[in-house]
């Protein structure tokens, strides 16, 4: 499984758009990006995941570079309700074991 | 539709003893993972049930097993637990067979283990 690299705290204002960085650059060609979040206390929430292309949901937009090398998950207009740690994971189809990191503990502040 | 449910939902047990910790997966899932989370750290992979075997298991002893039964429905035991064994005990649901769901893991709130 890819190592994946995130800053361990970042703020956001509430009402902004949280841009979150994910470093996977020993990613493998079918290796694909997810990402979840944990709110305190609950277990993790699947939020988006994607391959190549750029993808979109109702909960966040994730941005992948053309060499795969790193990834952006985009909350576009956050609340104080996506305070939480986000978790970038690089696994293969079929693999189903998820590498947890440290992730990014997001602070959406009023 | 109910999503993943765990029981129970805490749980205190002392040193030595064992504890089994139950989870019923999301409808439609046929694949159940279980990992641990310490606190402060993210979750680690203990294993995987699929068809009533374990199918992946991460670098854990022997002393934590597993069971899945014909309904997908799952347990997790710890045998002689020690002080290091208390954390959150996550339970994830997958669908293995529909490549549609493309390795996407719903998880349950946990059981929170504390080991006096």
Do not use: C, M
């Given at each position: 499984d890819a190592k994946t690299t995130q800053p361990p705290s970042m703020d956001c204002a509430e009402g902004r758009a949280a841009n979150l960085p994910c470093n996977h650059s020993t990613i493998s060609g079918n290796e694909y990006?997810?990402?979840y979040r944990q709110i305190h206390s609950q277990?993790?929430?699947y939020i988006i995941h994607?391959?190549?292309?750029?993808?979109?949901?109702e909960m966040a937009s994730l941005i992948i570079t053309e060499d795969?090398?790193?990834?952006?998950?985009?909350?576009?207009?956050a609340t104080l309700r996506d305070t939480a740690v986000y978790y970038c994971i690089g696994g293969y189809f079929g693999n189903e074991k998820l590498t947890f990191g440290t992730g990014t503990r997001l602070t959406i502040i009023p | 539709?109910?999503?993943?449910?765990?029981?129970?939902?805490?749980?205190?047990?002392t040193r030595g003893q064992q504890v089994t910790l139950r989870c019923s997966p999301k409808s439609g899932h046929d694949t159940v993972s279980w990992y641990q989370q310490a606190l402060g750290q993210g979750p680690q992979f203990?294993?995987?049930?699929?068809?009533?075997?374990?199918?992946?298991?991460?670098?854990?002893p022997d002393r934590f097993s597993g069971h899945q039964y014909p309904n997908y429905s799952s347990e997790l035991n710890v045998n002689a637990l020690l002080l290091g064994d208390s954390a959150l005990y996550l339970c994830a649901s997958s669908c293995l067979t529909d490549r549609a769901q493309e390795n996407?893991?719903?998880?349950?709130?946990?059981?929170?283990?504390?080991?006096?």
């Open positions: 990006v997810y990402w277990g993790p929430q994607g391959l190549k292309n750029n993808e979109t949901n795969r090398k790193s990834s952006t998950l985009i909350l576009p207009h | 539709d109910a999503g993943v449910t765990q029981s129970p939902t805490h749980l205190i047990k203990i294993f995987q049930y699929y068809e009533e075997e374990e199918r992946q298991r991460g670098n854990f996407i893991q719903y998880f349950g709130a946990g059981t929170r283990l504390s080991v006096l």
